[in-house]
C-alpha cells in the first residue's frame, strides 16, 4: 500500500450512517459477552467464552491498546482494566478513536440503557442525527391511545412531526415479518382493521404486516432515506427471508424510486445486495455489524462487497449498539480492509492510487453526506 | 507466475461461447454510460457517473492502452479519444485485442444496433457461429402468423430450420418466469391452447410459461447444446429465481441428460452452478458477463468458479453487448484471473505448471470446442 | 507463518467427527472415478477423466507421495502404483498418515463395501466410535417386521439400545425430505398412521416426513448429539432445501437446545451455518466433504467458515466414504488451509500465535471431544 493512501485512509472523517447509542452504565463481564453475540440472546454456556470469537479477538487486538494495555491482552486483563476506567473512560476514548464525524443514531431499541443523540455526539465529540424508527413509531403511538380508525392519520401526523428533526427512517420489517410477503402498500380500509385489531390485542411488538407495509409506504411518502435492515442480526429474524433480493418487487414498485432505499448490513448477501445498488438508481447498501462480528475477515467480506455497487452506492456503518468496542472496532477493521483491498489493487496496476484516494472518501463519507443532506 | 504459464495465458486463442454484437454506431456518452451498468436500464442519475465502479475503472486501466491513452486515463480524456478515432476503429481494436478465435453469438436481443455473426468476424478476424434463441423464434413466428393448432409443429419445423446453420440454442426463461416453476414438458392440448391465448393477446414479448417450457424442452428433442441465463442480468429478471439450482428438477428430467446444458453467467449463484456440474455429466457453465462488471474483483470470481466442477465442464464467455470493451475486458480480465489464481498454486507447489497449462487450454477454449464440435 | 503454528498444525491430533468406513476390496479404476465425484452416481463420460478436477489434483499432489510417488505423479501413474501396492496397504498408509486420534464412523450407509467402526480402529491405530444414523435404525426395524402402532415404542426401545454403544446419531433427512417442511414433533397418532402406510409400501427407503420428524425428535429426547446432514451432497438432495438455514424454525422448538446439532458440510451454506452456530449455544458446524472435494480452494472456505460462530463450535471432519484417500486428504488439506489462513493473521498481527494454536486445537480435537464425551 502507498503511505498516501495508508495515511488517507487512517485519517479520513467516518459518518457512520447507521448506529445506535453505546450503553450509559458499567456492566459485569457476563452480559459484556452476551452483547459480543449478536445473534443469540442468551448466556455464554460455561464451557466457553465468547471472547473466544474473531469478535473477541478483534477486541483483544484493537481495543486493548485504547485502553493502555498491550495489543492480544487476555480477556482477563482486559476485563480488569476496563472495569477500572469504568464506563465514562471507556466510552469516550472509543468513541474519540474512531474518528467518526457524523453519528446517524437509530434511537428505537433499548433507549433506556444507551446514550441518545445528543449523548453520542457529546461523548464522541462529534455530530449526532436522528433516525426515526418507524415500528417505534407506531408502538409509541398505540401506548399513547389512538383507533383504529385514526390510526393512519395520526401516524402520519407523527411520522411528519418526528422527521423534522431526522435525517431519515428505518424499518425493522425483516424481523417481524420477513421480505418474502407482498410489500404493496395496504388500502385504508385494510389499515384500519389490521389497526384495530392489533391495538385491541394490546398494540405492543408490531408485527402486523399490514401495518408494516403501511408504515414503509408512509415513509416512501415522506421522502426521507429509508433505512432497512438486512441480512445479518439476532435469531429472531428469519435470516433467508431478510435477504434483501426479496426486495426486488418494493423496488420496482410506483414511488419508491424517488426515495434513498438505505440497504443495512446485508451479510451473507451483500452479494445480491451489490447488484440491486446496481440495477436501482436509488438503492444503497452497507456492510456494517457483519464487520465488527467478522473481525479479520472483513477485509473479505469489504472486498465482496466493492463487485457490482458503483462506488457511489456504498456507505460506511458500524451498527454497534452497547459496547463502545463496537463503535470503535467498525471504524478500525473498515479502514483496515479498505485501505488492505484497495492498497493490494493500488499496488497491483489494477486501481490508480488517486482513485482509491476517491472511493475512500466516497464510502467513508461522502455518500452518506449527499444522500442524508448533512451538510 | 512462471513466466511459461504467463505467456501461455496471453497468448491463448479463446472461444467466447456466449457473446452478443459489438455497436454499429458512435452513442454518445449518456448512453455509453448506461450500457455499462448491467441491471438498469435507467439513465446514469447526474449525482454519479458509472465511470466510477469496477467496470469504469477496468475500462480506464485496460481499454484505455488499446485506444492509445496511459493506463488509468480520466473518464473524460477516454470518452474524447474514442469518439475522436470512431465506432469501427474503436470496434476492431478492442474485438482484435481480445485474442478470440471463435465468437459463439446470439443475435436474439436488440439486432438492429449490434453487428451480426458475420460482421463480428469481420471485424475481429475471428469466426462467427449462431446461437438461436428461442424466444425470439416464437415471437419472430407470431410475428409472422400462425394459429394456436399449428403452434408447435411450425415452432419445431422453424427451430430445425434454424439449427442448421447453428451450434447451439439459448433460452431466457429466467427473464420470462424463472426457474422456480414446474418445468416439465407441457401437453400438446396445453401448448395449443397456451399458444392461442398468447397469440390473441398480440404475440409480443413471450412470458408463457407453457410455451416457454414447450421451447425449453423443443430444443432437448433437437440435440444442439443449449444455453441456458442463470443468475446475474438485468432487474427484469427476479435474480434468485433465477438461481440454477433451481433447475435440478428439469436437469433429473428424461431426456435431458442426453443433451448439453450450458449454465451462463451464474454469478453470484456460481458455487451452486459448480455443483450442478460435478452432479450432471451433461451440464457445463461459465462466469461471464459478472467477469466484465466485476473489473479486478473477477480474480476471486473465476478462484470461486474452480471449486467442484471438473475442469471440463467449465468455458469462457463475455456476454459483452453493444460496446466492444466488454468483448475485450472479459478476455482480458479473464486471462488476468486464471493466471493470477493458477500462477499462485503452480507457486505454491498444490499444482504443476503442465496441468495448470493444460486447464487454461480447457476453460480458455477446449471445452467449447468439444461441446459446440466446432472443429 | 511462524515455525511453532506450521509444527503445531502437522503435529496435532485430529478428531474426524464424521466419517465412514474406506473400501474393504480393490476397485477398478472407473469405479475409483466414480467416487471421486459426489455428486453423480454415474460413470465417469468417456470425453473426462475424474482426476482432473481439484480432487483429483490434490490426490496427485498429497496422495502421490505416501505411496512413494513424486508429487504431481500422473494419474495412469498413480493408479498403476496404487493397483501394485494393494487395498490394504493403500489403506493403512492413508488412515495412518492422516494422523487422526479418533473416528466417529456413521455405519449407515453401503456398509457392505468399507470397513466398519473396529476395521476403521484396526486398520488406523486410533479409536473408533459409533454414530446411528436414524433412518437405517427405522428401515432395519421395517426389514425385521413391525407394525404401524407399535413403530414409536419399538423405534425408541432400538434407538435406545443402539446408543449405549454410540457417541451420537445422525439424520440424512436432507436427502430424503429437505429442511423447508414443518419439522415440528408429530402425533403418536400421525407417526402411528405414516408408519402403517410405510411399512404397507415395503418399508424400504424412508422418506415419510412425518416418520423423519418423528425420527428426529425421538433422538432429541436421547440427548446424544445429532449430526445433520446440509449442503453438498449428491443429486438425490435439492442442495437448496438442505441450506441449514431452513433449520431456524426447529432449532428454535422446545427441547432442540438441550442438545448438541452438528451441522455437516453445510458448503456452500457455511456462512449460514455459522450464523446458526453463533445464533444457538448448541448449534456446531463443520465443512467436511466440500474440504476433499476442492482441493486447493479449500483454504478459502476454511478462511470463510472462520467468520461469525465461536470457535467452540467449529469441528473438524472428512466425510470420507470409500476411497481411503479421502480421509488422508481431509486432514491434510485441513491442515494445510488452517495453517495458512491462520498462518497469515499471525505473521500480520491479527491473532497472536498462541491464541492460533489454542484454536487449532479446538477446531481439530477439543470441541469434538467436549461435545462427544470421548474422555
Sequence with gaps: MTSELAEHVSAVRLVDHHVHGA????????????????????????????????LGFAIR??????????????????????????????TERFLRAAGVSDWLVDTGYGADAILDVDGMAAASGGRGHLIVRLESLAEGMAADGVSGRDYADEFGARLERAARH?????????????????LSPPTPQAVATAAGRWLDSGGT?????????????????????????TG?????????????????????????????????????YHREAGYLAQAFANVHFDVGLAINHIGVRSTQ????????????????????????????????????????????????????????LRVVDMIGGGNARRVYRLE
Excluded at 404486516?209 to 432515506?225: E, K, S, T
Aim: hydrophobic share 45%; charged share 25%; glycine share 6%.
Design 23 to 54: 450503553f450509559t452504565a458499567d456492566l459485569d463481564r457476563a452480559d459484556f459477552e452476551t452483547h459480543l453475540n449478536e445473534g443469540s440472546p442468551e448466556p455464554v454456556p460455561e464451557w466457553m467464552t465468547q471472547f473466544d470469537s474473531q
Design 61 to 90: 487486538r484493537w481495543c486493548a491498546p485504547v485502553l493502555d494495555l498491550p495489543a492480544h491482552a487476555t480477556a482477563d486483563e482486559y476485563w480488569a482494566r476496563r472495569a477500572e476506567l469504568g464506563v465514562r473512560t471507556v
Design 166 to 182: 431526522a435525517v431519515g427512517v428505518k424499518s425493522i420489517l425483516a424481523y417481524r415479518c420477513g421480505f418474502d410477503i407482498d
Design 205 to 229: 411488538r408490531l408485527a402486523d404486516p399490514v401495518l408494516l407495509r403501511h408504515g414503509l409506504h408512509a415513509a416512501v411518502r415522506l421522502g426521507l432515506p429509508i433505512q432497512i435492515h
Design 232 to 268: 445479518f442480526g439476532d435469531r429472531d429474524l428469519d435470516l433467508h427471508r431478510a435477504n434483501p433480493i426479496h426486495l426486488l418487487d418494493f423496488l420496482r414498485s410506483p414511488g419508491v424510486a424517488d426515495v434513498p432505499i438505505m440497504l443495512l448490513h446485508c451479510y451473507p
Design 301 to 356: 467480506v469489504v472486498a465482496e462487497s466493492l463487485e457490482l455497487a458503483p462506488f457511489a452506492k456504498q456507505l460506511y456503518s458500524s451498527d454497534a449498539w452497547g459496547p463502545p468496542e463496537l463503535h470503535h472496532l467498525g471504524a478500525v477493521l473498515w479502514r483496515r480492509a479498505v485501505g488492505r483491498v484497495l492498497g493490494r489493487w493500488v499496488d497491483d496496476g489494477d486501481w490508480s492510487a488517486a482513485d482509491a
